[in-house]
């Protein structure tokens, strides 16, 4: 199964795509039964909850086949391969159990940032950037409107950064995140099954939880198999590990 071309060019100009009903009903289920049965016999301990919201809820699930089936058994790998490159990523050995609860605070706006960013907290070491190629969120319920915990994007903001690293450099992301003019931001809605495919320097955030669910997500990062030695590259040349993306990337080129 590949992207079509209208997709791979909504990728490209956009920096996302989304996947309608692309994770079969059962697969969804068996994804959200473990996590249930997670939070209903573990808990969450309250102390633990800053680390669940940066990292993952449910830790012990994250590497189980009910999680990592999302990606290996559906049709999200064979589509990330169809434009990064048959054989060219990484095992995912892993994802990120995302739950947004509701929240009592008013909602705010979401801001931008990008992922794997750690600032230096002891003034003596810069930072570091943990980069990679893509993004895969999975929906697991229902987002049917704003302010429901959801994922939220800059439209064409990858190539926004992509020029503002052309002059400023890579590492200047440790310095916080790119000044630069924002489009307007756009809060994905989504029915349980649907799929997004992001480039990784695409700028996005979280929106605000005012509804009355939890939003259950899962996110799968994807490194290229020479991301290690691409790291820095792949931020000045956005499609430099996209093999599947390169005639639209020149198609994109004025002649």
């Given amino acids: ?52 919201r940066t990292r993952s809820y449910c830790p012990e699930l994250q ?30 050995p892993s994802g990120q159990i995302a739950l947004r609860f509701p929240s009592m605070d008013p909602p705010r706006d979401p801001t931008p940032h990008l992922d794997g960013v750690t600032m230096s907290t002891n003034g003596t070491s810069p930072g570091t950037i943990d980069n990679f190629t893509a993004l895969i969120g999975v929906f697991l319920n229902d987002i049917p409107g704003p302010y429901s915990g959801n994922f939220t994007v800059w439209r064409g903001t990858h190539h926004t950064y992509q020029e503002y690293f052309r002059q400023k450099g890579p590492d200047s992301l440790l310095h916080g995140m790119p000044d630069v003019e924002l489009p307007e931001s756009e809060q994905v809605t989504a029915r349980a099954g649907d799929a997004i495919l992001v480039h990784y320097q695409l700028g996005h955030g979280i929106a605000s939880n005012a509804s009355p669910n939890i939003r259950y997500a899962l996110f799968f990062r994807l490194q290229h198999v020479d991301h290690d030695e691409l790291h820095w590259e792949c931020m000045t040349d956005i499609w430099r590990e996209w093999d599947g993306m390169r005639e639209i990337a020149y198609e994109a080129v004025p002649s």
Avoid: C, F
């Fill in 63 to 92: 590497s189980s086949s009910w999680i990592t089936d999302v990606l290996t058994t559906t049709p999200l790998w064979e589509l990330a391969e169809s434009a990064v490159g048959r054989g060219k990523l990484k095992p995912v």
């Fill in 1 to 52: 199964m590949e992207l079509t071309m209208a997709q791979k060019r909504a990728l490209y100009h956009d920096g996302l795509v989304k996947l309608p009903g692309i994770v079969p009903e059962e697969t969804v289920n068996a994804a959200l039964w473990a996590i249930n049965s997670s939070l209903g016999s573990l808990g969450i301990h309250p102390e633990r909850l800053p680390a669940y």
